[in-house]
Each structure stands twice: as structure tokens, then as C-alpha cells.
């Protein structure tokens, strides 16, 4: 199960962290944060189409075509895990060193999305407050960790989860019916 775990985790990490690099280099210049979120997400959900073929690769190659739901959940887990983490060290990377003012842009943005979708003044100020407290949330590394962990980790446990649901498989029972 650890090479199979390895394996399917790297190749899901990179693509993930590949594609988060490509939509901040694209979208952050033009602060089109929806247009970059859109794209994050929908690369979560192909990077994480590797936790359901690395579970079945578990099942096939190394199970002689058998899978617990624990067994399937715990190589969607891992893969999960592996995935999230280099998303989350590209990301710290990313964020420290080439856009360390990204939650002064994405704080201005929200606002003024807030402003332009007509927000109340009590809207408004929660906004800001929002904004001021994930400022502050970002100025420690570990928030900064396990928010991007929230961002992530989610979306691989569904796929796992779902992947194990539809990938487990009993062994057969050859044993002949006694009449």
C-alpha cells in the first residue's frame, strides 16, 4: 500500500499544486480571485480524481481484486493527506515569497465586491471585520497552515470517501451450496 499511497499522492499533489501555481501567476495581477478560485477547485477535483484510481490500483494490483471500505478509505486517506501537503507547502512557498501581500489584495477585492453588490453598512462592516481578522489570521504561519488544509482536505475526504463507496469490493465466496 505505501508505494500505491506514494505514487498516487505525488502525482495528485503536483498536479494540484501546479494548477494553484498557474491561477495565482494568472488571476493575481488582475485580482480576479473567482476566476482563480474557479480554477483551484475544479484542479482539486481532477488531482483528486487520483485518490478513486489509486484506490482501485490498490483493489486490482495488490488485492487481488479485493477492498475493504476501512481498507479503500485508509489509501484514499493517505493519498488525500499526501496531496493536501504539498498543496499546502506550495502554497506557504508561494505566499511567503512571491505574494506575501495577497491578503491585502484579496481583502481589498472582497470589499469592494461588497460595495458593489450594494452591501448595507452592517454587511459592510462585517466584511471589513471578516477581512481584519483573517489579516491578522494570516500574519501566523500555522493559521496560515491549516486554513489552506481547511481549503483542501475536504475535497480530497469526499472523493475518498465516495471512491470507497464505490470501489469496495467482498471476496467471493467459492464455496459450494450443500443441498
Known sequence: MKKNVIV??????II????????MAKCYDTQNFEKGMLIGYASMLIAFSFVFVGIKNQRDKYNG???SFGQAFKTGFFITL???????????????YFIPDFMDKYS???????????????????????????????????????????????????ITLISALILKRKPKNDVPAVA
Do not use: R
Not at 83 to 95: F, G, K, L, P, R
Open 108 to 158: 481589498e477585492h472582497m470589499i469592494s465586491q461588497a460595495k458593489a453588490s450594494g452591501a448595507s453598512e452592517a454587511e459592510l462592516a462585517k466584511t471589513l471585520s471578516q477581512m481584519a481578522t483573517y489579516k491578522e489570521m494570516y500574519k501566523n504561519p500555522l493559521f496560515v497552515i491549516l486554513l489552506t488544509y481547511a481549503e483542501i482536505l475536504p475535497i480530497g475526504l469526499a
Open 16 to 23: 494540484v499544486s501546479a494548477w494553484m501555481f498557474f491561477s
Open 65 to 67: 481484486g479485493v477492498i
Open 82 to 96: 499526501i496531496a493536501s501537503t504539498i498543496y499546502v507547502a506550495v502554497w506557504m512557498i508561494d505566499y511567503y
Open 8 to 13: 498516487f499522492g505525488l502525482i495528485s499533489g
